[in-house]
């Protein structure tokens, strides 16, 4: 695993996710965990990721002010207490929302 750059990709899809790709953020900050030391298994996850973006490259987020009555953002977390059992962390994810797509 030495020869492949995978820190570099890695940074990459971050770059990528903070703004134009928000929908990377969870498998981006999961393949982050093990950038010091990444298996196979984890270059996999990240050729995943690239495959996924080379397939969705021409979608986007639509805001369709038709489809809700007012412009109301809504927010939904959720948690896992200690669910990464490689590191006994806990994780925690968000949305909001508006006109029926996602904001953050």
Known sequence: M???PYSSVVSSLMHAMVCPRSNLSHAVSVV???IRN???DHLEAVKWILRYVKRSVDRELVFD???VATLDVAGFVDS???GDLDR???IL???FTI???AIS
């Open 2 to 4: 030495s020869h492949v």
């Open 32 to 34: 982050s965990l093990y």
């Open 38 to 40: 990444p298996k196979k």
């Open 65 to 67: 002010r038709n489809k």
């Open 80 to 82: 896992d207490y200690t």
């Open 88 to 90: 006994r962390v806990s």
């Open 93 to 95: 994810g968000y949305i």
């Open 99 to 101: 006109c029926v797509g």
